[in-house]
């Protein structure tokens, strides 16, 4: 077991001084992908502008509501969301608003919420446009009063805050996306570099062969000639060996 962990641990060191070695190559890749990602976020996707309306849905018109009224409202909550979604509601917010898309496409803009415990209705709306984004979530709310009163046979629900326009784009957030972005750069560069060093099965050293081969070093042969020294740090070696019993190989 300690041998097994010893040799785990030289080859995290190894992989460790193998990125050491190129850190150069990994920092380039986390920078370039990184500023790639914040190009693509910032020129390539469009922003969206978000709004937000709320209504507030009552079950029946007493002035006082009791316990099991609000709980009931709250449990009725998926059946509200799934109205507001429907065809009707979606065909007729974008015949009124004059916009040319079709059911799915709008569809794709706006998301429903129900806060826990509440009888609270959030129709949400993100749009490239925040002017359009504010007018179709209000219209959200008119169009959806009207069929959830027809369908659920309750009173009108009431608008409890109106959407208004947003002042900046809810996303893209390019920040975000550039940190995304140079992780990936740099767990690319590290998994390449780890990729090559698994699969190379080549001898280096001396100490490669009594580590794999379990072979002791006779000698250490050049390749090529030569007697520069930047070409003798690059240079190859061959790796002659001997058994421990005394036969070479």
């Known amino acids: 077991m300690n041998s097994q962990n010893d040799e785990i641990e030289i080859d995290l060191r190894e992989i460790f001084l193998l990125i050491m070695n190129h ?3 990994v920092i380039a890749s986390t920078v370039a992908v990184g500023l790639l990602a914040g190009l693509i976020s910032v020129y390539a996707l469009t922003p ?11 079950t029946n ?14 449990s009725l909550a998926n059946d509200y969301e799934e109205l507001i979604l429907s065809r009707p ?33 959030r129709i949400q709306i993100s749009y490239p446009d925040p002017v359009a984004a504010k007018e179709i979530a209000n219209e959200f709310v008119k169009v959806s009063q009207k069929q959830l009163t027809q369908i659920m046979k309750i009173d009108e629900p009431t ?4 959407a208004v326009e947003a002042k900046s784009p809810s996303s893209p957030n390019n920040v975000r996306n550039v940190i995304i972005g140079a992780a990936v750069g740099f ?3 590290v998994g390449i570099l780890v990729i090559r060093y698994v699969i190379d099965d080549t001898l280096k050293t001396a100490d490669d062969v009594e580590r794999f081969l379990r072979l002791n070093t006779l000698a250490a042969v050049p390749e090529e000639g030569g007697t520069d020294n930047s070409e003798k740090k690059r240079r190859k070696r061959k790796v002659l060996g001997v058994r421990k019993g005394g036969h070479s190989k």
């Open 61 to 74: 018109s007493d002035t006082i509501v009791s316990l099991s009224d609000l709980q009931a409202g709250s």
């Open 159 to 162: 608008v409890s805050e109106e």
């Open 89 to 121: 509601v979606v065909e007729q917010v974008a015949k009124n608003l004059k916009l040319d898309v079709s059911y799915e496409e709008l569809l794709g803009h706006v998301s429903i919420a129900n806060p826990d415990n509440t009888r609270i209705i």
């Open 23 to 25: 850190l150069m190559v």
């Open 187 to 189: 767990l690319l560069a």
């Open 48 to 58: 969206m502008y978000t709004s937000t309306a709320k209504m507030y849905i009552l």
